[in-house]
């Protein structure tokens, strides 16, 4: 039922009478959304599908180069080249917490792991 | 992450550098009505900087221990620069001192110490962390 | 050991600005004396600063990094002869002399309110100064604590 309101609503927005109200209320076609299109694509913009070694590496070096934002932010306060103290609490704040969201993702693969080798065949 | 690293160090060292600063600071201030005293400033932030080398612009070689640290993270024989403020207010009797410039001075090196003190702590806390995490 | 020696530093500004407020309010309370012990009218006390290096032995100054850039104060009470008594024209006042002239001490009392305003704040900002120092030194041993 959701498919044939999508294509009604297709239908009225082309039809004639309504490219006329549109263009009294100047109201740019191109700009309303193609329900059609949404509907065939639901996920525009995603990110091919990534394995989960690859996810986890790629999560590696991410929190990696947070630390590495943080030590440097740490740096550039200590030696004056900047003075904001509250960007450098929030970068060293993230990293910290990048760093044991990782730990923990970690720390709970390993027991699935375990859990898995604990498995009877 | 080492136990040891290059920020963990220059933290340390301004924390020693900020101190000096104090003390100079407190020099100043107590000698605020000496006649002919002159106001001095100590600036180690040009130093760490360098010693520091944040953008890894410089490529200088150093082979000698007096040569200027540049980038090796070597905190411990870095000089700070101590001067005399040249264009201040100078009073009839010779004394340069503002005072409250001064003031104004030590309340930002003390924000700065313990900003500093407390981003060692969560370094510290996070590598105390990661030694204690149940496995 | 460098926090201790700024405490060292602030004390003595508290110290040399605890002995003008002393000559000032002295000064205030004998502005109109003109009889004293030594004879002749009141003499206005005046304190003046002088500065010392810091450290206190020469192995110490050698060792610290500042040299002799920190200094403590030293406040000495001297007798200021450029401020001669004034003299006043009172022939029926008990210390007049030959020719009717009272000497009066030449103290300003505004100028002294001005210098006893100046003292105190003097002395709040070595307070300050302390109390930074002290708070400093207390910091250090929170490296470490969660």
């Known amino acids: 039922m959701a498919i044939e309101n999508v294509g009604n609503m297709n239908k009225l927005l082309s039809s004639y009478n309504t490219q006329d109200w549109m263009k009294s209320a100047s109201i740019d076609q191109a700009t309303l959304p193609q329900f059609n299109e949404l509907a065939a694509n639901p996920s525009i913009g995603a990110k091919p599908p990534q394995s989960f070694s690859e996810m986890l590496a790629s999560s590696l070096t991410e929190v990696n180069s947070m630390q590495v934002e943080a030590n440097k932010a740490i740096e550039k306060l200590a030696s004056g080249q900047t003075k904001n103290i509250h960007e450098t609490m929030l970068a060293v704040e993230n990293a910290e917490i990048a760093f044991k969201t990782m730990n923990q993702v970690r720390m709970k693969v390993i027991e699935a792991y375990k859990e898995i080798m604990r498995m009877q065949m | 992450m080492n136990i040891d690293d290059k920020t963990t160090r220059a933290l340390a060292a301004s924390l020693k550098y900020r101190q000096m600063r104090q003390e100079l600071i407190a020099s100043n201030i107590a000698n605020a009505e000496t006649p002919g005293y002159k106001a001095k400033k100590l600036d180690f932030e040009d130093a760490l900087a360098r010693a520091l080398d944040t953008d890894e612009q410089q490529t200088l070689k150093t082979t000698d221990s007096k040569h200027f640290n540049v980038g090796g993270g070597g905190f411990n024989n870095l000089q700070p620069e101590i001067y005399e403020e040249s264009n201040g207010i100078v009073s009839p009797d010779g004394n340069t001192v503002d005072r409250d410039q001064e003031m104004a001075d030590m309340a930002e090196n003390k924000i700065m110490y313990d900003a500093s003190i407390q981003l060692l702590n969560k370094k510290l806390g996070l590598m105390k962390y990661t030694v204690g995490s149940d496995r | ?146």
Do not use: C, W
């Not at chain 3, 600005?17 to 003109?34: F, G, L, W």
């Not at chain 3, 100054?61 to 030293?74: K, Y």
């Not at chain 3, 008990?94 to 030449?106: F, H, I, Q, R, T």
């Not at chain 3, 307070?127 to 120092?133: D, G, K, P």
């Open chain 3, 1 to 146: 050991m460098d926090l201790l020696t700024s405490l060292k530093i602030s004390s003595s500004g508290l110290t040399a600005n605890k002995k003008r407020m002393a000559a000032i309010t002295s000064n205030i309370a004998n502005a109109q004396t003109t009889r004293t012990a030594e004879g002749g009218p009141y003499q206005p006390k005046e304190v003046v600063f002088g500065s010392e290096p810091a450290k206190e032995s020469f192995s110490e100054i050698l060792s610290g990094e500042m040299g002799e850039n920190a200094q403590t104060v030293i406040a000495k009470e001297v007798s200021n002869s450029k401020k001669p008594p004034v003299l006043k024209y009172e022939p029926n006042h008990p210390d007049a002399n030959a020719e009717g002239y009272v000497a009066y001490p030449n103290i300003n009392t505004m100028e002294e309110m001005a210098n006893m305003i100046e003292a105190s704040r003097a002395y709040e900002a070595n307070i300050n100064a302390m109390n930074t120092a002290k708070s400093m030194a207390l910091k250090d041993l929170e490296i470490g604590k969660n």
